[in-house]
């Protein structure tokens, strides 16, 4: 299996709600990401765990809550969100932080 | 802090044309760079991945180089075709994150 996968493909919630987003690989990459992408602009790094610990949290606010349960999975716990968080989400992962990475196909995120 | 240039930003020419895309990056230090496609509202897909000690990397009609002391990456794609319509991104990986370019919107007109 070389494919990085995503729940949901789409998503749409309002500002008071409490969502997840899921990713998993079954590569035995060591390293998952979190990315962010707004329309026409290139992603942003979110966070980074590498051996199931938080290691890169590039100043994201705390109403976007990361969990890695096991080395395969990766979840993105959203509450409260703004409306100018709706963006493509990706997830990615490498066999080690500074190897190749391999993305999945993203989750659309709507926030009203 | 590393900053990564794409050029041109947006390209068309007519299928069959051999074309390249250019990527700078500020900083040398950096332990790996990827080209990515990525199609409308999909997630990114790998190109090319060259090692900060390599120079260049082949695959089909896609050939990237790298020159690390000049911060500068091309994108070389061989007789283009209207399938290979899609924006490219280059990022640079400094060790435990990529950093990407804003990428070139490229157009094969058939």
């Known amino acids: 299996d070389t494919e990085v996968t995503q729940t949901p493909k789409h998503l749409v919630m309002g500002m008071t709600n409490k969502k997840s987003l899921k990713c998993e690989q079954h590569?035995?990459?060591?390293?998952m990401y979190w990315y962010k992408q707004k329309a026409k602009k290139p992603p942003e790094l979110m966070f980074v765990y590498s051996y199931e610990k938080l290691s890169i949290n590039e100043s994201v606010p705390s109403r976007f809550s990361p969990e890695c349960p096991n080395s395969s999975l990766l979840n993105l716990h959203l509450h409260a969100l703004q409306p100018e968080d709706s963006a493509l989400y990706l997830c990615a992962s490498s066999q080690d932080e500074g190897q190749e990475q391999f993305f999945g196909p993203g989750t659309r995120l709507t926030v009203l | 802090k590393q900053e990564v240039t794409q050029i041109p930003a947006a390209l068309s020419v007519p299928e069959g044309e051999n074309l390249v895309l250019n990527c700078s990056f500020t900083?040398?230090?950096?332990?790996?760079l990827q080209w990515f496609r990525q199609d409308p509202g999909k997630g990114l897909t790998s190109l090319l991945l060259?090692?900060?000690?390599?120079r260049e990397q082949t695959s089909g009609r896609l050939n990237a180089s790298l020159d690390k002391s000049s911060g500068r990456s091309t994108l070389y794609i061989a007789a283009s075709q209207p399938g290979d319509s899609a924006t490219y991104l280059c990022?640079?990986?400094?060790?435990?994150?990529?950093?990407f370019g804003a990428g070139t919107i490229l157009r094969v007109k058939s």
């Open positions: 900083d040398s230090a950096i332990y790996n």
């Open positions: 060259i090692q900060s000690s390599q």
């Open positions: 990022a640079v990986n400094p060790g435990n994150k990529l950093v």
């Open positions: 590569m035995g990459h060591r390293a």
